[in-house]
């Protein structure tokens, strides 16, 4: 019929929208907050000897930062949860025998945490091929939640040898969903730094070390 009005289809449903949107009493909702997610990956050191490092989820949060001074960073984000850590690892010239083991885990024995214990582990001999190991928090496990700035244990990641020496080189992959909220305020890093440009974005270590003292520093520049 001439003049009929357009209402099927692709346009006719963009045009109802975009009627119902610029109607004052029913505008959208909108979502004020920051959410991002991001695969951070670190490389081991060997500083300190240990062949295992226990993640916090401080030190999540530290790992990608903001500097207000030379001396003085504030974490970017308020909140953090685990969606996946993969780990690598081959033995060569860094490491002291022939075979790797690598080993993730989310540890349940923490008081007030819902966690199964969930671990996983896998062994090479040679370099051919790589020891690794992905896994995933339980679905119901602090890990898999947000979780603000604090000294609970996320996970633990392990790189040894047949000695039990820590493999050098070990390639860390942490999957992480980031989030920010206005009712907190920024918080500072718990490891002081030294050299920052103020206002510039940073990477920090694994467990939340300076990049001369951490046991697994972050591949991405610039990093602290």
């Known amino acids: 019929m001439k003049g009929k009005k357009n209402t099927k289809g692709r346009n006719g449903k963009f045009r109802s929208r975009l009627d ?26 060997g500083i300190g000897g240990s062949t295992s490092a226990s993640v916090t989820f401080q030190n999540l949060l530290d790992a990608w930062f903001i500097a207000g001074s030379a001396t003085t960073a504030y ?18 010239a860094n490491s002291g025998g022939s075979t790797v083991t690598v080993g993730v885990e989310y540890p349940g024995l923490v008081a007030g ?41 996320a996970f633990v990641v392990r790189s040894t040898d ?33 050299g920052a440009s ?3 974005l940073y990477f920090g270590g694994i467990d939340g070390g300076r990049l001369a003292a951490t046991w697994a520093r972050s591949v991405f520049v610039p990093r602290l």
């Open 198 to 200: 103020s206002g510039n």
């Open 20 to 45: 119902r949107d610029m109607v004052p009493s029913e505008l959208p909702q909108l979502q004020d907050q920051l959410s991002t997610g991001i695969t951070l990956r670190f490389c081991t050191t």
């Open 75 to 92: 974490q970017l984000f308020d909140f953090v949860r685990v969606r996946r850590v993969t780990v690598r690892a081959v033995s060569g």
């Open 113 to 153: 945490g819902n966690a199964g214990g969930k671990q996983a582990s896998n062994s090479q001999m040679g370099i051919s091929k790589n020891a690794y190991v992905s896994l995933v928090p339980d679905r119901m496990s602090a890990a898999a939640f947000w979780q603000p700035s604090s000294g609970d244990v």
């Open 162 to 194: 047949e000695n039990n020496s820590i493999c050098l080189g070990t390639i860390i992959d942490v999957e992480l969903s980031y989030k920010n909220s206005a009712d907190v305020n920024p918080a500072a890093l718990q490891s002081a730094i030294a």
